[in-house]
């Protein structure tokens, strides 16, 4: 028997789209087959919630579910005032009243006659694709800056190698093609849709496809010039401080910012600060001596 997706994810059925969200990242965090390598239970319970989300996250499949027209799994219910009849090979039949009140055996016929045109039942509508899958899944700050090809653990417990374009964004979806459910019907399986979500950094921040961060200079360097080291996303470069320089000043390093096309720029305001505030050489001149 299907389950609760609700249930699943520990939510009312009032919640909010953002509530769902925020119960399917806690058990995705909690239940990953990464941090539990070796425990099926574990395993068996994120595939759980990630069936749930992928119900409850996708606004048409969660109004289906609410209306009773599929299960937890997302297969096609039977439809109320039913009895026993013929229905899909292997499962439990039901029947499908007209609206003149009599049977037809298969809920998707009419559907389908009115798709192609055709007034008569097809018995056969053809292959049908898999569903697609939905996952919620963080990447580095670094890996949206510069691009990254990186290994996923999916719901099912195997691994992919994802690659993640340069400049994408929170709530952005990559498409894995054929890594979603296999088709009931012999059809191609559905795709993996991985909802991402960059993490922050604490180096810089994003504007754009611009960055900007602070960097530390001391009084010597800034009254004299000279060049100090700069942490970037793709690699430690020198940047030249000019003589003269003081506290808030920006420095920009051309196309060090996010790796698209044309790349974005890196600002880097610069803090004095000094080596060493005991220097007794320091204290003295503070003071005209």
Known sequence: MALDPYKVLGVPRTATEAEIKKAYRAKAKALHPDLHPNDEKKSEEFKQASAAFAILGDKEQRAKFDRGEIDGDGNPRGFAGGGAGEGFPGGGGFRWESRSGGAQGDPFEDILSGMFGGGGRRRNPGPIKGRDVRYRVE??????????????????????????????????VLRLKSQGQPSPTEGPPGDALLEVEVAGSPVWTREGNNLRMSVPVDLKKAVLGGNVDVKTPSGTVSLKVPAGSNTGAQLRLKGKGVQVSPPGDLYVRLEIVLADPKDEGLKRWAEGR
Do not use: W, Y
Request: charged residues 20%; aromatic residues 2%.
């Open 139 to 172: 990447i580095a700050f670094e890996d949206a800056v510069t691009g990254a090809r990186r290994r996923m653990t999916m719901a099912d417990g195997s691994a992919l190698d994802v690659n993640i374009p340069a400049g994408i964004t929170t709530g952005q």
